[in-house]
């Protein structure tokens, strides 16, 4: 698996127009000068590529593989190709229906999970998403970021015993403005 550094990732968020500088007004009610989509990037398969070898070597001794829907799920399937990994979807809501489960997967107990997140900022979504996987019996102590807003979620994830590994920061990409 080759490496990718920052430099390459950066360039291919950009180059995709998933960073995106001006005025905007955040889902948490926030106004920022940046705004990151990752889907804009994921929906390109080269540019996933490079997203997936990114996070792959932060994958470490984990066991499976985990992330909440929609915005994860492109970047775990990816990561889990390269990987080898099995991985598992964490539903937003659990389902109505059938197994009322909230997440789609198998998580043993006891097995080493990294959480994929395509997107931080205060760190609400993917403690939840922490919750359920621990919840289920498994051990999360990572979540490995494409881009952390900076914005809190490095505390936050702190707070409940997680180390955050942001692939890119927010100051980064403020950075390669130009």
Known sequence: MRAVDRG???EALKASGAVRFGQFTLASGQTSD?????KR????????RVMAAAL????GGADR?????LGAVPLIV???LLTGHPYAVVRKAAKAHGTQQRFEGEVPSGARVVVLEDV??????VVETVQVLRDAGAIVDRVVVVVDREAGARERLAAVGVTLEPLV?????????S
């Not at 940046?34 to 990752?38: A, G, H, S």
């Not at 990037?41 to 996933?48: E, G, H, M, T």
């Open 8 to 10: 390459e990732l950066i």
């Open 34 to 38: 940046i705004y990151v989509d990752i």
């Open 41 to 48: 990037a994921w929906s390109d398969p080269a540019r996933l």
């Open 56 to 59: 792959a070597s932060h994958v």
């Open 65 to 69: 593989l985990a992330g909440m829907e």
């Open 78 to 80: 990816a990561t889990a």
């Open 120 to 125: 931080t900022t205060t760190g609400g979504s």
């Open 169 to 177: 920061t927010l100051s980064e990409l403020r950075g390669a403005r």
